[in-house]
């Protein structure tokens, strides 16, 4: 029953999150669905020090699905992966509950360090399209990673991340990414300061002009 129990929760993930659900038997198609599956049974293994069964469990599920979950990884309840293909999340990551990732997602080291060396995803954090996580450091919870961004140092809670490398652009976002699945609608950076760049030289333009004009009169007042 317990088996059967986290299926059905697993499935309603599916369903609450992926407007293109029709029906509950589509959901057995899904990749993320069969990788979350086999991943808890990877997991299983290598928690039993059974380290090669769990590594091949691993990784015939990843020519499978497309999707690489190292089975010595942790996570949560509530990983909801969509359209999961290039999804990389390394051995030593830490995924907190009601997670969502987009495809193309690593969550991945950046060299041959030991111990903690991949990241820590807080509660409720979305990770959009391409983007990278690298290191051993932490996502804060209601967190969002925009599309395309790389993440190489820390995330406050509540916070939006966009760019390579990832800065956040905005904090204190307190709304849920579980309920808000926009990975688009995101804070441009570039095109703030590129604007604020088009003001100042505007400005400047002016106060140029007003100059040049100003000297045009005092040298006619001097023939």
Known sequence: MGIIKYIKEEMQIVRERDPAIKSSWEIFLYPSFR??????????????????????YSQRTARKTGIEIHPGATIGKGLFIDHGIGVV???????GDNVTLYQGVTLGGTGKEHGKRHPTIGNNVLIS??????????????????????????????????????????RDNVKIPREDLDQVHLPDPVLNEISALKKENAYLKEKVAKLFDRLDELENKRK
């Open 35 to 56: 990788a979350i599956i086999r991943y808890r049974i990877a997991h299983r293994l290598y928690k039993k020090k059974h380290y090669f069964l769990a590594r091949w």
């Open 89 to 95: 999340i390394g051995e030593t990551t830490i995924i």
């Open 129 to 170: 399209a391409g983007a990278k996580v690298l290191g051993s450091f932490t996502i804060g919870e209601n967190s969002k990673i925009g599309a395309g961004s790389v993440v190489l140092t820390e995330v406050p809670p509540n916070s939006t991340v966009v760019g390579v490398p990832g800065r956040v652009v905005k």
